[in-house]
């Protein structure tokens, strides 16, 4: 059987009204995110169990032991530490009984396989964040793709699917800080930044390719994030005393308040949160068009490179870079509608719903459904 396709809007998350007494019910939810560090899909698990907590909903998360993850969560969310994954499905499936779960939300390959152990009363969902695989996904009663083409290559998958782009996640306590006082830059220093974990999918090795080929003197490379391809990155820097790998930062968007220009270098994007953060503050932006980012960048102006292309993404920096001869460039005034936390928050909790139901249909026996007379059979 294919999929059954039920996208919420066309390419964005649209705003969304309880219609009925089974949407505005407070849910019991369970967020499942085995993972060590925090990248973009960490951070939109924590946005939105904090969100989905604000509304009232009862919403844990489950994850690895000491994981910084647990620091991303309001007061509102329980976490819930597994010191080691043995018999992790089986403890999974014991913590959803004893918290009476509804719905159990999994993210990424390990959060998603320990949902095959959820009890058959729990709708499992999943976002897909880098894309489907049956391996993971296969036994799930829903998934929850973020750009269109996640959406064609669904297969045989039998569940339920829903269209839910990201979303602009929540940075009102983000503090400024100064970053080039940091790094003892001058102050007319241009900060060319991203964000993002260092792995070969992110392009890193693109971007610093570039930077070293077109980049103006008085300009440096900052990349905040951490990754196996760090090492790789530094040599291939070859002690440009330009670029500056950081590290994991806690506060993306104070980081992002200090850079003249943002890069999204990846070869594979999905979605982007980064992106949606340095749109927030308005910073000019060069983007590869990955199939994430080139979904939902089109109506706004940003420039698209071809992904692995060091010298188009070179061709990128030194007409960006060139354009303006001041210090700082301008900013740049995005629409954000499109990006509605809100919205989005609020779409993911109607699927969460239409799941449920659909999983309610489904395990009643036959005999309980009522025959359904049409209008033709009436008449007779």
């Known amino acids: 059987m294919s999929a059954r396709n039920d996208f919420v809007g066309e390419l964005h998350p649209r705003a969304y009204e309880a219609a009925d007494p089974v949407a ?47 620091g991303l969560l309001s007061n509102e969310v329980v976490f819930h530490g597994f010191a080691i994954p043995f ?67 669904l297969g045989t998958f039998d569940g339920q699917s829903t269209l839910i782009s990201n979303w602009l996640p929540d940075v009102r306590s983000a503090e400024s800080f100064d970053l080039r006082a940091q790094l003892n830059l001058p102050r007319e220093t241009r900060l060319v930044g991203s964000v993002g974990r260092l792995h070969l999918s992110k392009g890193y090795d693109v971007l610093v390719s570039a930077f070293r080929q077109s980049a103006p003197d008085n300009a440096a490379l900052v990349i905040v994030g951490e990754g196996p391809h760090r090492a790789a990155l530094e040599k ?39 992106i949606l953060e340095a749109m927030h503050e308005g910073l000019p932006i060069i983007a590869t068009a990955a199939e994430g980012p080139s979904e939902y960048l089109r109506e706004h102006p940003v420039t698209l490179v071809a992904p692995g292309s060091v010298e188009g993404l070179a061709e990128a920096l030194a007409d960006v870079l060139r354009e303006q001869p001041v210090v700082r460039l301008s900013r740049v005034g995005y629409d954000l509608a499109p990006f509605s936390r809100s919205a989005g928050i609020a779409n993911v909790l109607d699927f969460y719903s239409r799941v449920a139901r659909g999983a309610t249909v489904q395990a009643a026996p036959d005999i309980d459904q009522p025959r359904l007379i049409y209008a033709s059979e009436a008449q007779e």
């Open 236 to 274: 291939l820097a070859k002690g440009d005393s330009r670029i500056h790998l950081l590290g994991h930062c806690n506060n993306v968007p104070g980081f992002l308040r200090n850079l003249d220009l943002f890069v999204s270098p990846s070869r594979e994007e999905s979605a982007g949160l980064a």
């Open 24 to 70: 505005s019910h407070k849910l019991k939810i369970l967020h499942v995110l085995f993972s060590s560090r925090v990248a973009g899909s960490e951070r939109y698990c924590a946005d939105l169990a904090n969100g989905q907590a604000a509304l009232g909903h009862e919403v844990r998360v489950a994850g690895r032991y000491g994981s910084p993850i647990a």
């Open 87 to 153: 018999l992790r499905g089986l403890r999974l499936r014991r913590l959803m009984g004893r918290t009476g779960i509804e719905i159990a939300h999994g993210h990424l390959s390990h959060g998603c396989k320990a949902l095959a152990a959820a009890p058959d009363s729990v709708a499992r969902i999943a976002t897909l964040h880098v894309g489907y695989k049956a391996k993971q996904h296969a036994c799930l009663e829903g998934v929850i793709c973020v750009n269109t083409v996640q959406s064609t290559r």
